[in-house]
């Protein structure tokens, strides 16, 4: 069920329509999703849409992205995801679900929405971050196995999360206790090291430009659940197993990653969060034409890296749309 279209937290320009899911599968009660729209101003020509989706403690909030597509004929739609951003009613594990496939309620019934305003033959190009650049892709190739490709036209990711940090001689280890801890304790939280390193980079309360909300995006993250994760794992080995999405791709990454515990310099000029050498060996598994840009100093976020990286990201963008959608 969707609900009529409001004002939304980001200002004048911006509405949200609630998406009323029905009852959580992994039992938190009723679930929503609320899909963010940008509206069309006065002299913009639409000539198609795109439907963006966040990543893990993130929540869609990027005007300057919603600007950069209007200016290029298409409609912005940001969806939060269930229990995520907007979304999350009290009482919600944020941004938890057992399986990467709930998400698709809620993708569809975007689809539905953006099809409502613009038509069914609108194109779509689906843009998303980190791990919603993991669940779009396998909600795209579940789309093109039961013959629904259209009216997605593109599929571009941004620094996707493809594959667990870390050792690689720890990562199945650490996959085989996560499906046994999440058939018993699958809301517990793990007890990783926190850090506000990348959040300190985005805030204006540290080094960033942006003033989001941190309630709904903390500087140090949500608490990461053993179900989430085991759920996650889950979708990391179905894309290696290779994805055929049916739509043309384009891969944005840093450069390069650098951890570290505190903030420093090297932090805005790196993926603080994501192995990029990772999103560049699995990328390939997105079947079609892909192309994979490594934008040299950008942040996790591309969109959100200092002046000249995101510069560098917002043209590769633009000459890749204008390659694909005319």
């Known amino acids: 069920m969707t609900g009529t279209w409001e004002p939304d937290l980001l200002g004048d320009g911006y509405e949200q329509q609630v998406l009323e899911l029905g009852p ?14 940008r509206g069309v101003r006065p002299g913009e020509e639409v000539r198609g849409a795109v439907l963006y989706v966040h990543g893990f403690s993130d929540y869609f909030f990027q005007t300057d992205l919603a600007d950069f597509h209007a200016e290029r004929g298409l ?52 843009v998303a971050h980190s791990t919603g650049g993991l669940i ?21 990711l941004n620094s996707p999360w493809f594959d667990l940090q870390g050792q690689a001689v720890l990562r199945g280890p650490v996959t085989q206790v996560l499906r ?11 007890d990783l090291p926190k850090s506000a390193v990348y959040g300190t980079s985005l805030h204006v309360s540290g080094k960033g430009e942006w003033d989001y909300d941190v309630v709904l995006k903390p500087l140090e993250g949500f608490p990461v659940t053993v179900g989430w994760l085991n759920a996650v794992r ?20 840093s450069d390069k990653t650098h951890y570290a515990r505190e903030h420093t310099d090297a932090s805005d000029r790196a993926d603080t969060v994501l192995d990029v ?5 699995w990328a390939g598994c997105l ?12 942040r996790h976020d591309v969109f959100l890296s200092l002046p000249a990286p995101r510069a560098a990201a917002y043209d590769v963008l633009g000459e890749w749309l204008a390659r694909h959608l005319g």
Do not use: C, N
């Open 287 to 298: 079947g079609g034409e892909t192309t994979v840009v490594p934008i040299t100093d950008a």
């Open 180 to 190: 046994v801890l999440a058939k018993v304790a699958p809301l517990r939280a793990l």
């Open 277 to 281: 050498k990772q999103i560049a060996r």
């Open 136 to 156: 779009t892709p396998l909600w795209l190739d579940r789309r093109r196995r039961a013959g629904r490709t259209a009216p997605v036209a593109g599929l571009v």
């Open 24 to 37: 959580d599968p992994d039992g938190e009660g009723d679930v929503r999703a609320v899909l963010v729209r």
């Open 234 to 253: 889950r979708g990391h080995a179905r894309l290696h197993r290779g994805l055929e999405v049916g739509v043309p791709s384009l891969v944005l990454r």
């Open 75 to 126: 409609a912005f739609y940001g969806l939060d995801l269930r229990k995520s951003g907007r979304a999350r009613r009290d009482g919600q594990t944020a941004h938890y679900a057992s399986d990467l496939e709930h998400y698709d309620a809620e993708l569809e019934q975007s689809m539905a929405s953006i099809a409502a305003d613009h038509g069914p033959d609108a194109p779509v190009v689906v």
